[in-house]
């Protein structure tokens, strides 16, 4: 039995997992989280609704995975066992179903206990010992590969190395979580605002960026802890429940989770939930949820697993924190687009343990629609993993002095006029002078999202812009230790550490650096999808945007803005500049298999007057693997020429291109065992 799919529900399917695709890059990948946990759930259980009732599943759905790939950089390890995630409990309900289900599922005599621990907001691990000794440790990746990362792990105190005082099983693989404690984020991010770093933006991102640092030794300066929860492979170790577990884990001087406890039925678990829920406020560190596991191993085993996750476990999700507080400015800063986007400057309130005295408010709409004003006193709340938002105001708090703040009229950075374009919600100064964008250009372009370039933040941008020492980010790499010493902020040390982090970020990626350049529109997800398509920088310039619309993920709008970009003389000059400057650019998200067609690998540029249109001629060489390009260069394989062929013809025959017909395009598609094989 098929069935037959409305087309509308496709489409909510295709956008959702577009969605979540995307949120879980920003997510698991870089760290940086743009969607509330919340919204992401529910995107989530959405999606996987929809897939089961119209089985209609597409390959790179999240549900059919665990999580993202890992980052390049770190070298891979396989888990043994695969780390999965968990099912979501939103209300007590919730739970009683889990139950529920669960008792359908095995038989009236066996004894059913649970257990519940607080879910902690880290980066899960995985820790392999081997004869009781720290052999590995891994990030959890995609639930069965992650990053090797135990260099940076032996540099927490809390993990012991050596498995000592309890059975030493042959070997054991131990699940846990790296977290930060609330107090050492803070105290984290004010010294990251003192050397003018951008501060992280939760204690998660904090242990996160800790963790996935190639230098130990700055994992090693940053406090983080760890709380052991879960058994992976296990050779030599005779446990049968999660109480056991957690008992050895204890006794072998592991951290394990606080006020862990076991619970009879599912009103002892559901009373313990509320209890954790309502002690978080004093907890030191941060939790958005309570695990809930089946206690006897035997039984999880009975239970199984879903496509995903297991059956016998699932995280009850708890409600985000709120509170109210005063507004007592408006301010707004410019991006490196030229985005004026306004911010609420907060009576400094402390949310679920975070001291908050800002947010964003996203655009002038919002404050409109919202009718946020100076002086207004609103409800702010912060999920786990978000950077705090107003959620209203609370009118009936007014006394007539609230201030509404009318739209800018002239940029905050540089007192040009402002525009905003038809159907944008977006006000923005196009001022080229625009110092405020130059400094956010650079500081977006060196930062971890971006080439990764420590010590160079906002503060270090600041001042060497302000001194003329750097104009724009190539000059980043004219910096010579010579010139740092003489500013106010640097010594031999510091000067050493700087110059280091500038040589490492030399070394990129090509996804990365198109993101870390700043071509309106272009975030991590285009920047990635744009490298997979082009193998490499220079396939880029003077790209048209119909090229760049031939690939399914890109629309109109970033095409327009990718042409525009590489079609600007001055821009190519800037990377040509940086290339010669020593950064060298590597492809590994190229997909020379994408389609494995004959034409797979070749790129094409078509001049002279041909049989069918331009358009559907490039439409076949894609269709067949082929890339159609517009300019002829070095990496063009063939020039397909028609009846009277320009210039390209005699640049072609100068760098010893194939030149072909139409004709030789059609047998080269057909000749499928002859075709040369160029790259
Ligand atoms: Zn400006």
New binding site residues.
Partial sequence: MTHTVPTEIMKEIEGLVKELNYNAYLYYVLDSPVMADADYDKSYRRLRDLEEHYHYILPDSPTQRVGAPALEKFAKVKHEEPMLSLDNAFSPDELREFDKRNRKLLSPDDVLEYTVEPKYDGLAMELIYIDGVLTSASTRGDGYEGEDVTRNIRTIKAIPLKIENSTVPARVDIRGEVYMQIADFEALNLQRAKDGEPPFANPRNAAAGSIRQLDPSITASRRLLLACYGLGFAKGLSLTSHAELINWLKQARFPVPAAFVMAKDIEEVISAVTNIEIGRQSFPFETDGAVVKVNAFALQQKLGMKTREPRWATAYKFKAHQAATLIRDIQSS?GRT?VITPFAVFEPVRIGGVTVSRSTLHNWDEIQRKDIRIGDTVLVERAGDVIPHVIAVLTEKRTGAEQVVPLPVV?P????GVVREEGEVAVR?I?LH?P??VQEKIIHFSSRGGMDIEGLGEKNVELFYSRGLIKHFEDIYRLKKEDLLELPRFAEKSADNLIAAIGKSKQAALSRFLFSIGILHVGEYAAKVLARNFRKLEDLYNISPEEIITIKQMGDKIAGSVSAFFSDPKNIDLLNSMVKLGIIITNPDYETEKTAGPLDGMTFVITGSMPKPRKEIETLIEKHGGHAASAVSKSTSYLLTGDDPGSKLDKAKQLGVKVISYEELLKLIEDKDKQPKLF
């Fill in positions: 410019v030229g940029c950075a540089c007192g040009a100064c001022s625009c405020a964008q």
